[in-house]
């Protein structure tokens, strides 16, 4: 469902993961179907399980320069590690798969945010390892930005209120001026009302019902789509 907003904001910040690379599919249930498609079917407890601990081992341990290729290969690589050690080329085969796909939404993001940054002031925060700005100077996204927040640089993760204060500060916009944009109802759209800011939830990804945040908030398709909630 889509509605405008009732007032201007000032600011729009995004999720990265699963907002800016994806039409709101998170990244475990990206790799989750690659994996499926390039090595086989793992039992979704064990899958969980796996991917948490090579997301947790990734969380600043990656240089600050590193691209979204060497991201993605080294999560395939924890992957595989726990799952399938026998396989030495699923991890190259799985984050080729995984970064085509993203870049292609990455270019269109890209172009959505040129749009909106001659109205608004935009930012990115996430909980992401460290590599951050790199992988978003690496999309095109940096010169968009007013603003990149990366939770394993600062410390603290989504949706603790801290990180959004830190985006809001730098951008000199008070929460009540800003509105978020991310895909998970937990991290994002929590995180957000917890510091008063608007908030919209990015549900391409799931099944309906689609299911806001708090009562009358946007829930939209495409992040495309946000063009058509702002005034």
């Known amino acids: 469902?889509?509605?405008?907003?009732?007032?201007?904001?000032?600011?729009?910040?995004?999720?990265?993961?699963?907002?800016?690379d994806a039409e709101g599919v998170p990244?475990?249930?990206?790799?989750r179907r690659l994996w499926r498609e390039e090595v086989g079917a793992v039992d979704p407890e064990a899958f969980d399980n796996a991917f948490y601990d090579?997301?947790?081992?990734?969380?600043g341990t990656i240089a600050p320069e590193a691209p979204l290729p060497e991201t993605?290969?080294?999560?395939?690589?924890?992957?595989?590690?726990?799952?399938?050690?026998?396989?030495a080329a699923a991890p190259d085969r799985v984050a080729a798969r995984f970064c085509a796909e993203a870049a292609a939404c990455l270019c269109a993001s890209s172009e959505l945010l040129r749009e909106l940054a001659g109205r608004y002031r935009l930012g990115v925060v996430s909980n992401f390892y460290g590599n951050l700005s790199a992988v978003c100077s690496e999309a095109g996204l940096a010169p968009l930005l007013s603003v990149a927040i990366d939770s394993?640089?600062?410390g603290v993760e989504k949706p603790d209120p801290r990180i959004f204060e830190a985006a809001l500060s730098a951008?000199?916009?008070?929460?009540?001026?800003?509105l978020f944009v991310g895909d998970s109802p937990a991290r994002d759209m929590a995180g957000a009302r917890g510091v008063?800011?608007?908030h919209v939830l990015l549900a391409g990804g799931g099944a309906p019902p689609f299911r806001a945040c708090c009562p009358g908030d946007p829930v939209i398709r495409r992040l495309a789509d946000l063009k058509e909630l702002l005034p």
């Open 54 to 59: 090579a997301d947790d081992a990734l969380v």
């Open 27 to 31: 990244w475990k249930e990206r790799f």
């Open 152 to 154: 394993a640089a600062i």
């Open 196 to 198: 008063g800011m608007r």
């Open 1 to 20: 469902m889509t509605r405008t907003l009732s007032a201007r904001p000032r600011a729009l910040l995004f999720d990265f993961g699963g907002t800016l």
């Open 72 to 87: 993605a290969h080294r999560l395939a690589a924890g992957l595989a590690q726990r799952l399938s050690p026998e396989d």
């Open 171 to 178: 951008l000199g916009v008070p929460s009540s001026e800003a």
